[in-house]
């Protein structure tokens, strides 16, 4: 394991290479290191790049001796709280973790990055750092959300990059969620919907009227099916693959769904404690209970992937543990093995010189 921060890496010689942030996160360094672990052994080929602490980290992966010659530890000095301001991490952030982290993907060394910190932060340094892509006005944020559909999942998008989003915007979010629908969950055609208060096309804002039109004008050069206005209870369902909407909207969105799951376990908890006889029903629904809770668990789909940059950025959760870090950096893998970050931007590029071309024969 080396930790000589001046030398080039050489893990990307023989396998892919993932960049972990291990100092961000609420449960400190030892989720992070144990996550890693979990994703080493179920994945021999990949290599890591750990930006943090260079004692602490030493310390921790002397404990996991598989990983000696899969983990190169960059030390820094200074980590990103998780009330640290943006603008003053985009001043004085370069000697922290997270800065390293993400540097690590723009020098080439890396292929994506994971991190559980400070997600303003982590939009904003990766934005420095890696830049947006050409024809992007603004990146986003996709989250997986639990769903009837066959894989499991939906992508909504934007979940919180930016507040605000115009017509054109909501045509690159379709864009990118559905490249992140085929190369991260493996759907060759999937089907978008644009978010709204009802499926009526004389319905929402006006922006949300002309986005609808862009949208549907860009499917089938885009390779995928718009299936119109969709509403708040479409968003678990199996009539869509990817929501499409601004971030404002959508972070509400996520933040009730996450408080509604947590208020439903929750009430689950104080039934099957109410009585005697509760308790023993709950013994007896021991194994479906155990299956609901996997299937509506959030650490399966931790990691929010940042869409729009020149290059692949993953945020997981603060208090992600050991599962929901390993998570987060599998879905780092398999985009990272579908070349998603070249993939995404050759399809930006292309449905932007068609906008040019269509916007030049109609003058």
Not at 68 to 83: F, L, N, P, Q, S
Not at 224 to 250: A, H, K, L, Y
Request: net charge neutral; proline share 3%; hydrophobic share 40%.
């Amino acid at each position: 394991m080396t930790s000589d921060t001046n030398t080039p890496t050489t893990l990307g010689a023989t396998r892919t290479v993932i960049s972990v942030d291990a100092m961000g996160g609420d449960l400190g360094p030892a989720a992070v290191v144990a996550g890693i672990s979990r994703s080493a052994r179920e994945n021999p080929d990949i290599g890591f790049i750990v930006s943090g602490d260079k004692p602490t980290l030493e310390a921790l992966f002397a404990k996991k001796r598989d990983l000696a010659d899969r983990c190169e530890i960059r030390h820094t000095d200074e980590v990103v709280t998780m009330d640290a301001k943006p603008s003053h991490v985009m001043r004085y952030g370069k000697a922290t973790s997270m800065w390293s982290a993400v540097d690590a993907v723009k020098s080439g060394d890396a292929s994506v990055c994971v991190s559980l910190g400070n997600t303003g932060a982590l939009m904003a340094v990766s934005m420095i750092r890696l830049r947006k892509l050409p024809s992007i006005n603004r990146p986003a944020i996709a989250c997986l959300w639990p769903s009837r559909n066959a894989g499991g999942f939906n992508i909504m998008l934007d979940v919180g990059a930016d507040i605000r989003a115009d017509q054109e915007d909501l045509l690159q979010y379709a864009l990118m969620g559905a490249s992140y629908a085929r190369n991260g969950m493996g759907i060759k055609h999937p089907r978008v919907g644009l978010l709204n208060v009802g499926t009526e096309e004389h319905k929402g804002r006006a922006e949300l009227k002309v986005a609808h039109e862009l949208i549907s004008d860009a499917a089938d050069a885009g390779n995928f099916e718009f299936v119109g206005f969709v509403e708040g209870g479409d968003i678990p369902s199996d009539r869509v693959d990817v929501i499409v909407t601004d971030g404002f909207t959508g972070n509400v969105a996520l933040k009730t769904g996450e408080g509604t799951a947590s208020l439903i376990s929750e009430f689950l908890r104080q039934a099957f404690k109410a009585t005697p006889f509760a308790r023993i029903a709950s013994l007896l629904a021991l194994t479906s209970l155990k299956r609901l809770k996997k299937r509506i668990d959030p650490r399966r789909v931790n990691g929010g992937l940042f869409l729009g940059l020149n290059g692949t950025v993953i945020k997981s959760h603060g208090s992600a543990d050991e599962t929901g870090i390993a998570a987060a950096i599998q879905l780092a893998i398999t985009l990272s093995k579908s070349d998603f970050s070249h993939k995404l931007a050759a399809r930006v590029a292309s449905a932007s010189s068609a906008r040019q071309d269509t916007d030049i024969t109609e003058e």
